[in-house]
């Protein structure tokens, strides 16, 4: 079976760090997308890591490690509109993606 | 404008209905896929399809059917509309290539009554 675990929320202060981890126990990886989702909008793609290691991509990182199944997103400098789910999804088999219910972000003045 | 979309936005039905969500997407994208979204269940995987005449299940199928004619349309009925398929659809289109990612429509919600 698959098994993509997340924390249900998370709360931060505007200009602060924060980190939503994502942990997995899949059948197959061919990698790891992270989305965000603001609410009644549809998931956009935030990055992708298939090795282990980060990924930075603006105030936004990701990492991973296939040995502990284990990846996180890292955002920085938070911002009112980062407000949103972030969506942590495996690429188990073709082509299709499983996702964890994702983090719902709120971010406080 | 080049994209993916969906239609329609909103949908109220009854049980028992015939009910049909479109999708259609402009980057020639060889995949293409149906997820619902529901609390506390994230994205579900319906059905995907990989070509044009070529679909294969997802993790939630039943009750659901697609056709994939044309590479740029996907449609998703509802053979049979029962309360438990009341929820929001989004379709995604991906060029299919391994660090490419899926790229979600607006989504459908859905209202069985």
């Known amino acids: 079976g698959q098994n993509i675990d997340q924390p249900t929320e998370m709360t931060a202060t505007e200009g602060a760090i924060v980190q939503i981890n994502c942990t997995y126990q899949?059948?197959?990886?061919?990698?790891l997308f992270w989305y965000q989702q603001h609410a009644g909008e549809a998931p956009t793609f935030l990055s992708y890591?298939?090795?282990?290691g980060l990924e930075e991509k603006g105030r936004f990182s990701s990492f991973l490690s296939r040995s502990k199944g284990y990846s996180y997103l890292l955002l920085k400098e938070l911002q009112m509109k980062d407000s949103a789910s972030y969506l942590c999804a495996v690429k188990t088999g073709r082509r299709a993606l499983t996702f964890g219910s994702g983090t719902r972000l709120q971010v406080q003045p | 404008d080049a994209g993916i979309t969906q239609s329609p936005r909103y949908k109220i039905t009854e049980t028992g209905r015939q009910v049909t969500l479109m999708c259609h997407q402009t980057?020639?994208?060889?995949?293409m896929f149906w997820y619902r979204q529901d609390l506390g269940h994230g994205l579900r995987l319906i059905y995907y399809?990989?070509?044009?005449?070529?679909?294969d299940k997802g993790e939630v199928p039943d009750g659901y059917v697609v056709s994939r004619s044309k590479t740029e349309n996907f449609p998703l009925t509802l053979e049979s509309a029962t309360r438990s398929q009341t929820s929001v659809y989004f379709c995604?289109?991906?060029?299919?290539?391994?660090?490419?990612?899926?790229?979600f429509g607006d989504g459908t919600r859905l209202s069985i009554l």
């Open positions: 899949t059948s197959g990886f061919n990698g």
């Open positions: 890591n298939v090795l282990d």
């Open positions: 980057w020639s994208h060889s995949y």
């Open positions: 399809s990989a070509a044009a005449d070529i679909t």
């Open positions: 995604a289109s991906g060029a299919g290539r391994e660090n490419q990612p899926q790229h």
